[in-house]
């Protein structure tokens, strides 16, 4: 069973275009305010999060930073809906926002969306080793890193290289016996321990190809 937690403002706005949240294997749950989300969150354990950008009090960006931080909350997509702005979009990413929608929301586009989140395999434990490379850095050597897990949308990663978010990066790695080449953005970055980092990366323009054989690891890892 999917559960999905919602402002009630957006469901309000999408009357009677509701039905994909009225399916079975779906349990919604409102909520009035951030605070009120991120409390759901912390008992029901959502699967996904549909926000609006202002909703009171701390708002989406502040929402977002605070389920990324922690390590119980963390495993949960987030949709925040709010203006067409380009500034707008690029602060809820940062924060760990999988997926922008503009208002007025269109609800085919909001479902498209929901429906893709609530399918992505979740992620699996994937412990191999990555040669990365980081655009646009003057230290831009390659480098290890330690993988955490994987989906077809990122992946945690550990390494002693200090990285920021919004750094752009090449991965490249074997899974399945296939060498996979993946241009990724750094969306989350902690630090672990003294000289050691962890990083969310979300994957970007991944190719057909790439996702199959990713998707195809998840679903027999899950199988296991």
């Known amino acids: 069973m999917k559960k999905v937690i919602i402002a009630e403002s957006i469901l309000q706005g999408i009357a009677g275009s509701d039905m994909i949240f009225r399916r079975g294997g779906v349990t919604l749950f409102t909520a009035e305010s951030s605070e009120e989300i991120l409390n759901l969150h912390r008992d029901k354990k959502a699967n996904l999060i549909i926000t609006e950008y202002a909703l009171p009090l701390m708002g989406a ?130 630090k672990v321990s003294p000289g050691r980092y962890r990083y969310g990366v979300n994957f970007v323009n991944l190719d057909t190809k790439s996702l199959i054989i990713i998707e195809q690891y998840v679903k027999v890892q899950v199988s296991q």
């Open 61 to 190: 960006v502040k929402l977002c930073s605070a389920i990324r931080g922690d390590a119980e909350l963390e495993n949960v997509s987030i949709v925040v809906v709010g203006d067409s702005r380009r500034a707008f979009e690029v602060m809820c990413r940062e924060a760990g926002a999988n997926a922008c929608i503009a208002e007025p929301v269109d609800p085919i586009a909001l479902f498209s969306k929901v429906s893709e989140l609530l399918l992505v395999p979740q992620r699996k434990a994937m412990r191999v080793l990555l040669r990365v490379s980081v655009k646009g850095r003057g230290d831009d050597s390659s480098f290890l890193a330690a993988s955490q897990n994987i989906s077809i949308s990122g992946m945690l990663l550990e390494s002693d290289r200090e990285l920021k978010k919004g750094d752009q990066m090449t991965c490249a790695f074997n899974i399945a016996h296939n060498e996979i080449r993946i241009q990724g953005t750094v969306v989350r970055a902690k």
